[in-house]
T-cell receptor, first 114, second 111 residues
Framework: NAGVTQTPKFQVLKTGQSMTLQCAQD?????MYWYRQDPGMGLRLIYY???????DKGEVPNGYNVSRLNKREFSLRLESAAPSQTSVYFC?????????????FGQGTRLTVV | TQLLEQSPQFLSIQEGENLTVYCNSS?????LQWYRQEPGEGPVLLVT?????EVKKLKRLTFQFGDARKDSSLHITAAQTGDTGLYLC???????????FGTGTRLKVLA
């Protein structure tokens, strides 16, 4: 099973450029998430989609937009990249369930903004 | 936002040693999850603890949920190099679907 697939795996952008990070899951999960991971800060939630057709801001949404294209796909867009957005980005998905529900993660996208 | 503080932030030990890492909060949780993240990979769920005082064992890993459900610990017995990674505690809000992660403990086990 592919699980959660993210593309690209690596990207270098110049300040001010835009790009979209793609995420797809094949587990028929309702909920999808975008996190960024920076040294010493664990995982911080950027945006999430509790179900198809809905999106909500997380802890650090500024500078990002998302689209829940369908149940499988959830994309993250940087409209004008800044060096502060240099990070590793993870997409995750889960069933709708309760607090015990497991999150499944992709392998991450390492983004450098110069 | 419920804050999950993990300690220590970094830990480097020799193979065969024991260690404990902690996840603390001022909030009460219905449950807590522990994930392990290996270099270049996404986090993978190890265990979920749901009852105050609960102890769960996964081979050499022992997870405990505090009686007051505000904290949790992970104890590794006789660490192996394969235990190297980032250990994250997390909580999912039952009404919001959001997963909030702790700050993480980066463990390196030396041969």
């Amino acid at each position: 099973n592919a699980g959660v697939t993210q593309t690209p795996k690596f990207q270098v952008l110049k300040t001010g450029q835009s790009m979209t990070l793609q995420c797809a899951q094949d587990m028929n999960h309702n909920s999808m998430y975008w996190y960024r991971q920076d040294p010493g800060m664990g995982l911080r939630l950027i945006y999430y989609s509790a179900s198809e057709g809905t999106t909500d801001k997380g802890e650090v949404p500024n500078g990002y937009n998302v689209s829940r294209l369908n149940k499988r796909e959830f994309s993250l867009r940087l409209e004008s990249a800044a060096p502060s957005q240099t990070s590793v980005y993870f997409c995750a998905s889960s069933e709708a369930g309760g607090a015990n529900t497991e999150a499944f993660f992709g392998q991450g996208t390492r983004l450098t903004v110069v | 936002t419920q804050l999950l503080e993990q300690s220590p932030q970094f830990l480097s030990i020799q193979e065969g040693e024991n260690l404990t890492v902690y996840c603390n909060s001022s909030s009460v949780f219905s449950s807590l999850q522990w994930y392990r993240q290996e270099p270049g990979e996404g986090p993978v769920l190890l265990v979920t603890v749901v009852t105050g005082g609960e102890v769960k064992k996964l081979k050499r890993l022992t997870f405990q949920f505090g009686d007051a459900r505000k904290d949790s610990s992970l104890h590794i017995t006789a660490a192996q190099t394969g235990d190297t990674g980032l250990y994250l505690c997390a909580h999912r809000g039952s009404g919001t679907y959001k997963y909030i992660f702790g700050t993480g403990t980066r463990l390196k086990v030396l041969a």
